[in-house]
Each structure stands twice: as structure tokens, then as C-alpha cells.
């Protein structure tokens, strides 16, 4: 600057040079603390998922996930179907007793495959979890309608006895399993499924009775409950948009 410039429009250019550096250096700083806590509240909300119980079952691998699913649903129905049956298992056809474990075993690996799906991978054709549900409840209402060949109703039992609620009893620790091994996938229809086929499972191993009237009231209505009630009951809580 040459030395005929006027001090005094020296001075306010001065001024106007030290007010905007500070300016400057203001800005700077504040996207740092912005940060800063930003990044403290990331890491507080990482600790508090960490400290939940369910933590360490949602970060288990996919096929982790599903095996611990399907060993607890088998351990459910060997203790509750076989070694609690009030039937032996001589008593029914070997052929009705086949389908039966077969259709709803394949029909309740599908559910839980479908369920613990990774996140990551593409979506499923849209209405494959309806099909899923669909063919659940079909295949335990034929099996209800359709008694083994020569099947002896055991009347004294009832239309319904403790079988629902014994369905019900030994379905809910497998609905609450899968969604704690949930990672957001949106799978509690798939879950009521699950629930539903291994209360009828133990059922179908534990309960002597072959009535249609029966197997409707007490062994359809297991699978019916847990798909259509819960569903109810997941529409009701579900937080609006």
C-alpha cells in the first residue's frame, strides 16, 4: 500500500481485515464441536445397543441365526411332542404321521429362512410372505379335516381341552425367539407362522385325539390364533406414519 493512502481509511481497512479473520476462524470452529458431539452421541447410542440383551443374538451370522432358531424350535417339540406325548406313537398311521411332521417341518423351515433373511440381499418377491402364510394354514387345516385312515376319536377329551392352550404355550417361545434374532427385516408375520406350525407340530406327537371337531377347535385354531391375533395385535401397535 503506498504511503499516500488516509490513515483513517488505513485504520478501516485494518479493522475490516481483523473482523473477518475472526469471522473466519469462528466458522471454522464450529463445525468441529457440531462434530465433536455428534460423534459423542453416535458412540452413547452404540453403547446403549451394545448393553442390550439382544445385541449379541442380532450380530450373530445369518446361518447362526437361523440354526439357533430351528434348534430351539426342535428342542420344543422333542420335549413338549415326544417325551411329554400322552400318545404312542404306534397308535396312528405311519403315513398320516410322515405327511403331517414333513408338510409342517418344510413349511416351518421356510418360515424361518424367510424371516431371518440377511438385509443386505434383495427383497423377496413381493407376496412371498402371504404364499408362506396361506400355505400354513392350509396345510394345518387339512391336516385337521383329514384324520389318519381308521383313527379312533378319543371323546373323552373334548372339542378343544388344554390343546390350545398348549399350542399356544409351546408356539409363543418360538415367535419370541425370532424376533429377538430379528434385525429389522419386518417379520412378524413370518415369526406367527413359525409359532403356529410348531404348536401344531408338538401337537401333532403329543395329543392322541383324531376328532376333526377336535383337531379344528384345538390344533387349527393354534396356527389361526398366533397368524391372524398377532397380526391384529402388530397393526394396533404399529406407530403411525
Known amino acids: 500500500m503506498s504511503d499516500d493512502v488516509d490513515p483513517e481509511l488505513a485504520a478501516w481497512l485494518a479493522a475490516a481485515r481483523d473482523h473477518a479473520a475472526r469471522d473466519h476462524a469462528a466458522r471454522d470452529e464450529a463445525p468441529s464441536a457440531d462434530c465433536g458431539a455428534m460423534l459423542d452421541q453416535v458412540e452413547a447410542e452404540i453403547a446403549r445397543a451394545e448393553a442390550k440383551p439382544t445385541f449379541w443374538l442380532r450380530t450373530r451370522s445369518t446361518f447362526a441365526r437361523r440354526a439357533i432358531a430351528l434348534g430351539a424350535a426342535l428342542t420344543v417339540v422333542v420335549v413338549f411332542g415326544v417325551l411329554l406325548a400322552k400318545r404312542e406313537l404306534g397308535e396312528t398311521?405311519?403315513?398320516h404321521l410322515t405327511v403331517a411332521l414333513g408338510a409342517l417341518g418344510s413349511l416351518l423351515g421356510l418360515s424361518v429362512h424367510q424371516a431371518l433373511r440377511p438385509l443386505h440381499r434383495p427383497p423377496p418377491p413381493r407376496?412371498?410372505?402371504?404364499?408362506?402364510?396361506?400355505?400354513?394354514?392350509?396345510?394345518?387345516?387339512?391336516?385337521?379335516?383329514?384324520?389318519?385312515?381308521?383313527?379312533?376319536?378319543?371323546g373323552p377329551l373334548g372339542p378343544v381341552s388344554p390343546c390350545l392352550f398348549y399350542g399356544l404355550l409351546t408356539g409363543l417361545p418360538i415367535y419370541a425367539?425370532?424376533?429377538?434374532?430379528?434385525?429389522?427385516?419386518?417379520?412378524?408375520?413370518?415369526?406367527?407362522?413359525?409359532?403356529?406350525?410348531?404348536?401344531?407340530?408338538?401337537?401333532?406327537?403329543?395329543?392322541?385325539?383324531?376328532?376333526?371337531?377336535?383337531?379344528?377347535?384345538?390344533?387349527?385354531?393354534?396356527?389361526?390364533?398366533?397368524?391372524?391375533?398377532?397380526?391384529?395385535?402388530?397393526?394396533?401397535?404399529?406407530?403411525?406414519?
Not at 188 to 209: D, I, K, Q, R
Open 177 to 241: 425367539i425370532l424376533r429377538l434374532l430379528d434385525r429389522g427385516s419386518a417379520a412378524p408375520l413370518l415369526a406367527s407362522c413359525a409359532a403356529g406350525l410348531v404348536g401344531n407340530l408338538v401337537l401333532s406327537l403329543h395329543c392322541p385325539s383324531e376328532d376333526p371337531e377336535h383337531l379344528m377347535l384345538g390344533h387349527f385354531s393354534v396356527a389361526l390364533l398366533f397368524v391372524a391375533g398377532l397380526a391384529i395385535v402388530h397393526r394396533l401397535v404399529r406407530p403411525r406414519r
Open 93 to 95: 398311521s405311519p403315513l
Open 127 to 154: 407376496g412371498s410372505s402371504a404364499a408362506l402364510t396361506a400355505l400354513t394354514l392350509i396345510a394345518t387345516l387339512a391336516l385337521a379335516l383329514v384324520p389318519a385312515m381308521g383313527a379312533h376319536s378319543h
